[in-house]
């Protein structure tokens, strides 16, 4: 297997603010990777930088070992790299298949002249689109949604929109931004199921999330930043017992602990 | 039919107008439906305007190559004014458009072949009635069909958040940029139109007031659809013709409208809101 | 000749600067591009017009009165169309279109009541007529020239002195700054922003007022007329950006005065322009910085 | 969806708006009164000159009704003479539509006015198009009667009376250097400004600068200051009232000598010149084709009878209007009809004693003579004739 | 145990239609130290957004010192007494340290008591001293936290929210983040914490509350909650 992601001593500062200094990690073809840390540890700016979002001051990002440093957000979505947001970013007036729809933008090939003259071309690819779209909503549970405004599905539905819309563009880097947040545990299992599901269609997964039990579960591969840093890489299982994580995270007392009992929600 | 014909005669001026300020409010609406607020559509009218009346008056040049140029200079003018403004937030645009109408205006004034103050007379009546409604009707179904394309997603993606869109693959500032050039070039064929209509043009014909009104047209139908702009220009072009007690307060009219419908009507009188993916395959509903 | 041109740019430049505080310090605080701003500037010359021709009345009566009832007149327009949006959370362009909206319904309401006639203030009001003016050197002012340049002074002046000297002045930049954070320090954002929409009101009207003395002639589009120049001094100052609304309005009114005494009076009106579009080309945050960039 | 769209209230209105279009006109006929169509200004910015001409017109139409020409009351043995009024507010297009209506719907055999030269090239071709004769009674611009051979105007053009202001100045105060300036964004004052570039070449006067302004104007600092400089012996300024006001007041603050004086041309003669720039305008000469205090029996009553009417003085506007409409009855009593050709021929045929004077229409149906101009020249605040 | 200061009864609070809080219950004592634990997206910033006055409640009452503030705007209730000191500090980034002080005790005119107040908050964070003309965007994260903390103080509030304090700071400046609080409470003020740092937050409080989806799935002294296996759990995810 391959890096299909290779981020090498990426930088970010706020005005004084350093948020992400020197990251350097990989992301394998096929892999679930999740990337954790406690807040503010520079998770969300990390794919604020991957996807385009905001400028690095310092480091290289490339997908398939070419750079796409400098490349403006939109033109990262036709090299196979999709996302979704922390804080949910749908199009709130459009209906829920062409949020869809909408995010396969970057693939669909339709040129102004043959979407004027609706041409045949024209109609089998939104023919196939709509039809790839109601397959990626029934994925995500959300075919009986499909002519509502998104702006009216509940919250755990919205984040299910957004993946469906990260899939649409058929991505093979999908950059997940704590998509369990404001689940409750039984979402949270079928979401997990999902993301097992979508990897299996050979679509890499980098994920930012708190949940440490779907992370653990789930992940393949986890890399911990804190204080804008990689303190820890490795397998969940590793992850686990590395000391420096459990310090970050509980303080050395909770870590001592743990080692005793675990179990969990 | 003799009094059919004086029928047309008399309301030809308004049967025009409605046509010319249908094309109009589509070329708002085309700026509005990308997220932008351009206040320059009057100004891109008289481009058109003063460019067509130039050749008609001083080339021998087709009618049709005279439309081709009237929607093409303000084009050109468009890209210099939208590159820079369209990188920044939408107020830089609505402000730079602002200005343009009045840079435009001098330069009408000092430019001798524009004819100054005087403005242009004498243009020939080039303008049939078919030859507008048959541009509307084009460019109404051509709002319709890239509406409901990939471009039109785009459009309103853009519209509805622009960091989502940019993530989606779609180039916000160069679809914003093209929205402006096709709105320009269509207010410049209506521009064209109408002084083919008119014979008669001057630099103040296309102020401040003309692009509000342009805009209070596609405001009162309603962006949802390119229906609702058009719509707007033909009740608002109709009114005061047909409520004469209401010239008087025409103006004061256009701005009420603008006021109460963005606070008590944002949708417009056509809520209406146009599908962006094709019904095509009914047969595969769940 | 040169240094009298320089006083008349100055001049010029002061009653731009003049205009465009108030806009400026609205779309600082508001975030909203204010159209009807303009209004406030015709409504504060009539108004004070009004008082002038109370028996008795002086300019130092007219001109506070003229510049508290603009500023009354920008609270209710405040109200009325802006508050509601800002309530719902409405997008940044509907603000725009609503006062675009209202800037004609007023302004022609407004004509129609009164016609368009040019009105002025009585004779012998401080300025007005022939007489009175300072020389110095080559160089003549007259009285009103004189009181345009330091009420523009003394206004940015007392402004800074505002913002950056008192309670309320750092409420009003505390909003600007993070109107959530503002509120949790027990700041009425609300009151704040009416205070503000008063403030700019006030110094429009004042600028109506000091504008119809100086060039003796009131009428209902005069505020509009100064829009198109307080654009481009708001947008070369630094939309938001006081200081630089001066010094953009005085860069402003001098390039145009030397134009039209140098090169060619017909190039004056375009002088305006050719400086927003370059400092949109070129240096798009404005000699005094403070871009407002897109969320891209 | 659908639901709200057929429930909105754009269905009120348009179904409104068809049932006033289609509803039949009505038509004049036999002996019900025979009405001309008028088109003026009567709201928006130029609505000032709009109503005076319509105070005007209405004066004399109650003249005509009432038989003061001493032939009996109203035209065409006995018809009452009606006027139909059209608003256009100042605006090209709804000129024309008025024109249309007027024409189409209405079937006046001749209008009056339009107010505005613009307005003038917008409807002239529409009346031309129909031969409906269309009479300017305030259209001063170049050009206008070149439109067609259905178009009139009984207002003397800017040509005719500037060389007679221009070389008064020249005699009587022997100007010889002068500066210009004018409002280039207006078509009034461009067109007076054209008219002065030409006289003043061909009167062999030395122009020493020429600048322009803007009609919204309040500055013009830069340019009277370039003009003090220049040392001229008058300055002449083709404005409207608003900005010529302001140039007088800025140029005596700018300290330009009290010896060079303004030469205005029409936009110049308005009583509002010196009440606005009060002891600055002293001196200015503008030439008008008619004046309120003209001593004439004829001037006399009309400036009587318009103050009773009214309870304010007519203006030049007022009296051009009251002229022609004393210059359009007579023409179709003398045609004895009102078809086309008849109606143009006897208005050619005008000799038409009125208060600006004797009147007769050149061979290009413009005011033949200039007999009436009078110069005027301001003194403390008010223009009297120069004499 | 007095009444409580903080009395929330069947809280919901909804961004757009989607409610984020349900049908939440919560006391603080005065004098107590109460923290508010729980998954990202489970609740507990909006619920003190709700309890600030930043966000109006759908349904459910808050009672402040007996007194119903429900509904009130943020500036209201904080002239009442509650601080907020809001996540990611929102400080006034163009403004000084002094200024952001300043703005801190909005409510008190300049004077004597204006200059007691900020000699203590000088005293507490001496390192502000030394900041107090420079701009607070420029500052690093620590001495940004503490202008914060500092600003929230200056209001002597009876009620002080704090919204994830140590976030984003070095592990130096967090355990200094807690100890300020400890200092706070052995002094006797009234705290409502949420924090993700569970387990130092847990160390600190009396009394602490475990929100899941918006609702509160656990609550009781802190040290119990810290001992339950299950919140152990749920933060470095068992097995």
Redesign the interface.
């Known amino acids: 297997m391959t890096a299909l992601l290779h981020v090498t001593g990426l930088s970010k500062r706020f005005r004084g603010l350093t948020a992400v200094a020197h990251v350097t990690f990989s992301v394998r073809a096929g892999h679930i990777h999740g990337l954790i840390g406690p807040n503010g540890a520079g998770k969300t700016t990390v794919f604020n930088l991957i996807s385009g979002v905001l400028p690095p001051d310092d480091g290289e990002i490339a997908v398939d070992g070419r750079s796409v440093t400098r490349l403006p957000v939109h033109a990262r979505a036709g090299l196979g790299l999709a996302r979704t947001f922390q804080n949910i970013r749908l199009f709130d007036g459009m209906t829920v298949l062409e949020n869809v729809a909408t995010g396969a933008h970057a693939r669909l090939t339709a040129t102004l002249m043959q979407c004027l003259f609706r041409t045949p071309a024209w109609r089998a690819e939104e023919r196939r689109l709509r039809e790839q779209s109601l397959e990626l909503l029934e994925v995500v549970g959300l075919r009986d949604r499909a002519d509502l405004p998104a702006g009216d599905l509940s919250y755990g539905e919205q984040r299910r929109l957004e993946i469906a819309r990260g899939l649409a563009s058929a991505p093979r880097l999908l950059l997940l931004d704590e998509p369990a947040a404001g689940m409750n545990p039984h979402e949270t299992e079928a979401l997990a199921r999902l993301l097992g599901r979508v990897r299996d269609r050979g679509v890499t997964l980098l994920l930012v999330e708190h949940d440490m039990g779907f992370v653990m579960k789930l992940c393949d591969w986890i890399t911990v930043l804190n204080f804008g840093r990689c303190i820890a890489e490795g397998p969940p299982a590793e992850i686990r017992r590395d000391p420096v994580v459990i310090e970050a995270y509980l303080g050395a007392k909770g870590a001592a602990r743990l080692a005793c009992g675990e179990s969990s929600l | 039919m003799p009094w059919l014909d004086d029928i047309l005669w008399t309301y030809q001026t308004l049967i025009h107008s409605l046509g010319i300020n249908g094309l109009l409010a589509l070329s708002m609406y085309v700026v509005l439906a990308a997220g932008q607020l351009s206040l320059g559509q009057a100004a891109f009218m008289g481009l058109g305007a003063y460019t067509g009346a130039l050749l008609s008056l001083h080339t021998g040049l087709p009618f049709a190559l005279v439309l081709a140029a009237s929607a093409l200079a303000p084009a050109v003018v468009a890209a210099v004014i939208g590159i820079p403004t369209l990188r920044l937030t939408g107020v830089y645009l609505a402000i730079a458009t602002i200005g343009l109408g009045e840079v435009l205006r001098v330069v009408y004034v000092n430019a001798g072949i524009t004819g100054g103050a005087l403005g242009l007379n004498g243009i020939p009546g080039r303008t049939e009635t078919w030859m507008i409604f048959l541009a509307l009707g084009l460019a109404l179904a051509g709002a319709f069909a890239v509406g409901q394309s990939r471009i039109g997603r785009a459009m309103e993606a853009m519209r509805s958040d622009g960091i989502a869109a940019a993530v989606m693959g779609i180039d916000r500032a160069a679809g914003q940029l093209a929205a402006l050039l096709v709105s320009a070039m269509l207010a410049g064929l209506a521009g064209c139109f109408s002084a083919h209509s008119a014979s008669f043009i001057g630099p103040n014909d296309y102020a401040f007031e003309t692009a509000v009104t342009i805009l209070s047209f596609a405001i009162l139908g309603g962006t949802g659809s390119p229906l609702g702009p058009v719509v707007g220009a033909l009740v608002l072009t109709a009114l005061p013709e047909v409520l004469r007690p209401l010239q008087d307060f025409r103006l004061v009219f256009n701005g009420l409208i603008i006021v109460l419908v963005v606070l008590f009507l944002p949708r417009g009188v056509v809520p209406w809101r146009m599908p962006r993916l094709g019904r095509l395959p009914r047969g595969m509903a769940p | 000749m040169f240094a009298q041109q320089l006083a008349n740019g100055l001049v010029l430049g002061c009653t731009y600067a003049l205009f465009a505080l108030g806009f400026t310090l609205m779309f600082g605080v508001l975030k909203v591009l204010n159209l009807t701003y303009g209004f406030y500037c015709t409504a504060g010359a009539l108004v004070a017009l009004a008082v002038a021709g109370i028996p008795g009345a002086t300019l130092w009566l007219a001109l506070p009165a003229g510049a508290l009832a603009a500023g009354g007149l920008a609270v209710v327009v405040d109200t009325l169309l802006l508050m509601p949006l800002r309530r719902v959370r409405a997008p940044e362009l509907s603000a725009l279109m609503v006062t675009v909206g209202a800037v004609l319904l007023l302004t022609s309401l407004l004509s129609m009541g009164l016609g368009t006639e040019i009105r002025r203030f009585p004779p012998g009001m401080l300025g007005t007529g022939t007489g009175g003016a300072v020389v110095l050197g080559p160089v003549r002012l007259a009285w009103s020239q004189v009181l345009i340049i330091a009420t523009t002074g003394l206004l940015v002046g007392a402004l800074l002195a505002l913002l950056h000297g008192s309670r309320l002045g750092l409420a009003i930049r505390a909003v600007a700054g993070n109107e959530d954070a503002a509120r949790l320090m027990g700041v009425s954002v609300a009151r704040t922003m009416a205070l503000v929409s008063f403030l700019s009101g006030v110094m429009g009207g004042a600028a109506g007022v000091l504008l119809g003395l100086n060039f003796n002639a009131i009428q209902p589009y005069m505020g509009e007329s100064m829009m198109l120049h307080g654009f481009a001094v708001v947008i070369v100052g630094g939309l938001g950006n006081i200081r630089g609304a001066l010094l953009a309005g005085v860069l402003l009114g001098v390039t145009e005065v030397m134009v039209a005494g140098y090169v060619d009076s017909a190039l004056k009106d375009g002088v305006a322009f050719a400086l927003m579009m370059l400092v949109l080309w070129l240096r798009p945050a404005g000699l005094g910085g403070r871009v407002v960039a897109p969320r891209v | 969806m659908t639901k709200v769209f057929w429930g909105s209230p754009l269905w009120g209105v348009l179904g409104l708006a068809t049932a006033i279009l289609v509803s039949p006109s009505v038509t004049a006929a036999g002996s019900e009164p025979l009405t001309v169509g008028a088109i003026e200004a009567l709201t928006g910015p130029a609505s000032r000159y709009g109503i005076a001409i319509r105070d005007g017109l209405d004066l004399a139409l109650d003249e005509v009704n009432a038989g003061s020409g001493g032939a009996g009351g109203g035209v065409l043995h006995g018809r009452t003479l009606a006027i139909r009024y059209e608003d256009s507010g100042g605006q090209k297009e709804s000129a024309i539509n008025a024109a249309r209506s007027l024409i189409g719907r209405e079937r006046v055999p001749v209008i009056i006015g339009p107010t505005l030269s613009n307005e003038m090239f917008a409807v002239g071709p529409v009346a031309v198009e129909r031969k409906v004769p269309i009479i300017g009674t305030s259209n001063t611009a170049n050009g206008i009667t070149d439109i067609g051979p259905t178009v009139f105007r009984t207002s003397l053009p800017e040509a005719d009376v500037i060389p007679v202001t221009l070389k008064t100045a020249q005699s009587r105060f022997g100007v010889k250097r002068v500066a210009v300036m004018y409002g280039n964004d207006d078509a009034f004052t461009k067109s007076g400004f054209d008219v002065f570039k030409a006289n003043l070449d061909s009167l062999g006067f030395d122009i020493a600068t020429i600048e322009t302004f803007g009609a919204k104007d309040t500055d013009f600092s830069a340019q009277l200051t370039k003009i003090k400089d220049l040392g001229v012996d008058a300055v002449v300024v083709s404005a409207l009232v608003e900005a010529a006001s302001g140039i007088l007041l800025q140029a005596r603050q700018l300290g330009l000598p009290e010896k060079v004086f303004f030469i205005g041309g029409n936009g110049f003669n308005s009583p509002k010149l010196g009440e606005i720039a009060g002891a600055a305008a002293d001196g200015t000469l503008v030439g008008s084709p008619w004046f309120i205090d003209k001593a004439d029996p004829v001037n006399q009553t009309f400036v009587t009878a318009f103050r009773q009417r009214y309870h304010k003085d007519p203006d030049q506007f007022a009296a051009q209007a009251y002229d022609t409409l004393h210059i359009l009855a007579e023409a179709i009593n003398r045609a004895g009809s009102v078809q086309s050709e008849a109606l143009c021929q006897a208005l050619l045929q005008t000799h038409h004693e009125g208060v600006m004077g004797l009147f007769t229409f050149a061979a290009d149906r413009s005011p033949g003579s200039t007999a009436g101009v009078v110069v005027l020249v301001m003194k403390d605040g008010r223009f009297s004739v120069l004499q | 145990m007095t009444a409580p200061l903080l009395e929330i009864g069947d809280l919901t609070l909804a961004y757009?239609?989607?409610p984020?809080v349900t049908g939440l219950n919560l006391t603080v004592a005065a004098g107590q130290v109460v923290c508010l634990i729980g998954?990202?997206?489970?609740?507990k910033t909006t619920t003190l957004r709700g309890i600030?006055?930043?966000l109006k409640p759908v349904c459910g009452s808050i009672r402040f010192d007996g007194r119903d503030v429900t509904g009130l705007?943020?500036?209201r209730i904080?002239?009442a007494g509650i601080?907020?000191v809001?996540e990611g500090r929102?400080?006034?980034?163009?403004?000084t340290v002094a200024?952001n002080l300043?703005?801190?005790a909005?409510?008190v005119?300049?004077g004597a008591g204006l200059r007691r107040r900020r000699d203590a908050v000088l005293a507490r964070f001496p390192r502000l001293a030394e900041r107090l003309d420079e701009t607070a965007?420029?500052?690093?994260?620590g001495?940004?936290q503490m202008v914060a903390m500092g600003?929230a103080l200056m209001?002597e509030p009876r009620l002080l929210l704090l919204d994830?304090p140590?976030?984003?700071?070095?592990?130096l400046l967090v355990d200094s983040v807690f100890a300020i609080i400890a200092a706070l409470r052995a002094e006797g003020r009234t705290i409502l914490l949420v924090e993700?740092?569970?387990?130092?937050a847990l160390?600190v409080a009396d009394t602490a509350y475990v929100l899941?989806?918006?609702r509160v799935?656990l609550h009781g002294r802190a040290a119990d909650i810290a001992r339950n296996?299950?919140?152990?759990?749920?933060?470095?995810?068992?097995?």
């Open positions: 757009g239609r989607s984020v998954a990202n997206g489970a609740g600030s006055g930043l705007p943020a500036h904080a002239a601080t907020q809001p929102q400080l006034f980034d163009g403004m200024e300043r703005m801190g909005y409510g005119p300049d965007g420029l500052l690093s994260g001495e940004q600003r209001a994830e140590s976030m984003g700071l070095a592990p993700q740092n569970a387990e130092a160390a899941e989806g918006g799935a296996p299950a919140v152990v759990g749920a933060y470095l995810g068992g097995g």
